[in-house]
């Protein structure tokens, strides 16, 4: 935990930050927290101080002197009479307010019941000190840190049923005509979800592919220009150009691939051409 000379702060000895990128919030609790300590709180974060379960308060950027429930009682005394530590546990909880990636994944179905491959990435940020309290009451703390894969988890049931709401009534074809439509609802449902959380939804982008890559790369052929059964041979071609084969072409032209001259007429082979000669 980054506590030297009894100053609180998220900055570690090295300089980095405990949250960093991924990073929600970080929880540290501390005996030697007694009155007269300074918590430090960075540009970009949130502080909440809570004592024995009750949130005591909640700072923004600066540097404050801690004091503890009861005031006489300073920070010396309490490491005299306590050996050193505090009879009042505190838990000093870092919330970041600086916007953080998310990406959820997942799979839906479409109207052919084919199955698509989507990835949402979106932006998210605490914006005010009630956010952060709503944050710390209603996600819990996954031991002492809450990072960007939690929020994905408790959000990814949100997004997945906003795109099948659109996807299962659509043929797999027609979907990317209607992504514009699929990303307002996924906005809509994710932004009204992750307000509970006190959590601010910002820019979003949905990506909706078919999941199997024969799939997607017979779609590629059609988007062209080609018609189904053209899409097929071309695919077949492809592959078949792949292995070496030379007869890829005709694959691709539909035509039958020969070897040596045209057949000119009809030759005995093998026990027929004996019979035929002992007659």
């Known amino acids: 935990?980054?506590?030297?000379?009894?100053?609180?702060?998220?900055?570690?000895?090295?300089?980095?930050?405990?949250?960093?990128?991924?990073?929600?919030?970080?929880?540290?609790?501390?005996?030697?927290?007694?009155?007269?300590?300074?918590?430090?709180?960075?540009?970009?974060?949130?502080?909440?101080?809570?004592?024995?379960?009750?949130?005591?308060?909640?700072?923004?950027?600066?540097?404050?002197?801690?004091?503890?429930?009861?005031?006489?009682?300073?920070?010396?005394?309490?490491?005299?009479?306590?050996g050193g530590s505090s009879p009042w546990v505190f838990e000093v909880i870092y919330i970041n307010r600086s916007k953080l990636l998310i990406r959820s994944q997942g799979v839906a179905t479409s109207a052919e019941m084919a199955e698509m491959a989507y990835q949402v990435d979106y932006y998210i940020h605490i914006d005010t000190k009630e956010a952060a309290l709503d944050l710390i009451t209603h996600l819990p703390f996954n031991g002492n840190f809450i990072d960007t894969q939690e929020v994905a988890d408790y959000a990814g049931p949100a997004i997945e049923q906003a795109i099948n709401q659109i996807v299962q009534v659509t043929k797999m074809e027609n979907i990317n005509e209607h992504i514009n439509e699929i990303r307002e609802s996924v906005k809509t449902h994710l932004s009204d979800f992750l307000r509970t959380f006190g959590i601010m939804l910002n820019d979003l982008k949905v990506l909706i592919?078919?999941?199997?890559?024969?799939?997607?790369?017979?779609?590629?052929?059609?988007?062209?220009?080609?018609?189904?059964?053209?899409?097929?041979?071309?695919?077949?071609?492809?592959?078949?150009?792949?292995?070496?084969?030379v007869s890829a072409p005709n694959a691709a032209a539909g035509l039958p691939f020969q070897i040596g001259a045209p057949a000119t007429g009809i030759y005995p082979v093998g026990h027929e051409a004996g019979l035929s000669g002992n007659s």
């Open 209 to 245: 592919v078919p999941k199997d890559e024969r799939m997607r790369e017979l779609i590629s052929l059609q988007a062209i220009g080609l018609s189904p059964i053209e899409a097929v041979r071309y695919y077949l071609a492809l592959r078949m150009a792949e292995k070496g084969l």
């Open 1 to 82: 935990m980054a506590i030297a000379r009894q100053v609180i702060t998220s900055l570690q000895r090295d300089g980095t930050d405990m949250l960093g990128t991924k990073g929600v919030a970080v929880k540290i609790v501390d005996e030697s927290i007694v009155s007269g300590s300074l918590l430090t709180v960075e540009s970009n974060h949130f502080c909440v101080l809570k004592s024995r379960g009750a949130v005591l308060n909640v700072y923004e950027t600066g540097q404050y002197a801690l004091t503890t429930p009861d005031k006489p009682l300073l920070g010396s005394i309490a490491q005299g009479f306590f």
